[in-house]
C-alpha cells in the first residue's frame, strides 16, 4: 500500500522563495510516501517572454529550492514530483522532477507545449520512462500532455502503475478526461493543479484547480474544489494497475492489435 497526494496552491508569480515557503510549511507535517506538485510551482506560469522564463529558470543541479526540496524528502521520507522551470545552457524546459531523499532521481520534459509556451520552452528531449517509487511504477506527464492519449498509453506500456500529473490548467477538458485515460490504461492518476491567477502587465491568466486521484476502473477517489488550497493524501494499492482485464476475456494491454496502428507511427 502506498499513500500518495497531492498539495494544490496559489503559486505567487516569480516569487520562488515565496511559494517555496509556502510549500514546506504545507507539507511540514504530512505523512505519505509520493506527493505531486503542479506545474511550475515555484516560478509561476504565465511569463512575458523566452528572456523572463530564463531569468526565473534554475539548473536542478545548482539550485537552493531544490537543496530545501531534497532536505524535506530526507526529514520527511517521502517522494515528491513538481513541476519546475528548468534550465540547461542556452535551453529551458518546462520540467517535472521525481526528487526523493537521495535527491533529483529523475527529469521528466514536456513534451506538448501548451500555447504561448511554445514561446518560452524547449520541447520535451527525452523518452517517456517509468521509475520505482517504493513498491510502485511512476511515470510523469506535464498537463497539457493530457490531450495526447498517447503519452499515458506509452508510460502504461512502459509499466507505470500511477501517472503523475503536475499541471496549471486553463481550460476545463482535463479533469474528466483523466477518468477515461485512467480507465482505458488501467492506471492510476494523480493530477496536481494549481488554482488562483497570474495577473502580468501583458495579461492575466486562470486556472482551474479540482486536482484529483483517479483509480484504475476510472473511479474518482477526489477532486480538490476549483480555487481552495488543499494537501490531499490517500492510501492505494498499486497493485490494482497490473490487472488489466476489463472482462475476464478482455486485457486493454494484451489484446491489442498494434499491426493496425501503423498510421500512428508515422509522423
Ligand atoms: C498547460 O499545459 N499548462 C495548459
Known amino acids: 500500500m502506498l499513500r500518495i497526494g497531492y498539495y494544490q496552491f496559489r503559486p505567487q508569480f516569480g516569487q520562488i522563495q515565496e511559494n517555496l515557503k509556502q510549500v514546506l510549511n504545507a507539507l511540514k507535517d504530512v505523512s505519505a510516501d509520493l506527493i505531486v506538485l503542479p506545474e511550475l510551482a515555484f516560478t509561476g506560469y504565465y511569463f512575458k517572454d523566452r528572456e523572463e522564463t530564463r531569468t526565473l529558470a534554475e539548473d536542478p543541479q545548482d539550485s537552493s529550492t531544490i537543496e530545501s526540496l531534497v532536505a524535506l524528502c530526507r526529514d520527511k521520507d517521502f ?24 535527491g533529483v532521481i529523475h527529469t521528466y520534459r514536456k513534451l506538448h507545449l501548451f500555447s504561448e509556451e511554445k514561446n518560452w ?6 523518452p517517456l520512462q517509468v521509475w520505482e517509487v517504493r513498491e510502485a511504477n511512476v511515470g510523469m506527464m506535464v498537463c497539457f500532455d493530457w490531450i495526447f492519449p498517447e503519452v499515458t498509453r506509452t508510460l502504461t506500456v512502459e509499466g507505470a502503475d500511477i501517472i503523475c500529473h503536475p499541471s496549471n490548467l486553463v481550460l476545463d477538458y482535463c479533469q474528466q478526461t483523466m477518468l477515461s485515460r485512467c480507465l482505458e490504461n488501467g492506471v492510476f492518476a494523480v493530477t496536481a493543479n494549481r488554482y488562483g491567477a497570474d495577473k502580468r502587465p501583458h495579461g492575466e491568466l486562470r486556472f482551474t484547480g479540482k ?49 493496425f496502428y501503423a498510421p500512428l507511427s508515422q509522423v
Not at 513538481?82 to 531523499?101: H, M, R, Y
Open 79 to 102: 517522494y515528491l514530483i513538481t513541476g519546475f522551470a528548468e534550465k540547461q545552457q542556452d535551453k529551458v524546459f518546462n520540467s517535472s522532477l521525481l526528487i526523493g531523499p537521495e
Open 121 to 126: 520552452f524547449d520541447p520535451g528531449d527525452i
Open 211 to 259: 486536482s484529483q486521484i483517479v483509480a484504475p476502473k476510472g473511479e474518482l477517489l477526489h477532486r480538490s474544489k476549483s480555487q481552495k488550497q488543499e494537501v490531499f493524501i490517500t492510501e492505494i494499492d498499486p497493485i490494482l494497475a497490473r490487472d488489466k482485464h476489463i472482462t475476464p476475456l478482455n486485457q486493454i494491454i494484451s489484446d491489442r492489435r498494434p499491426e
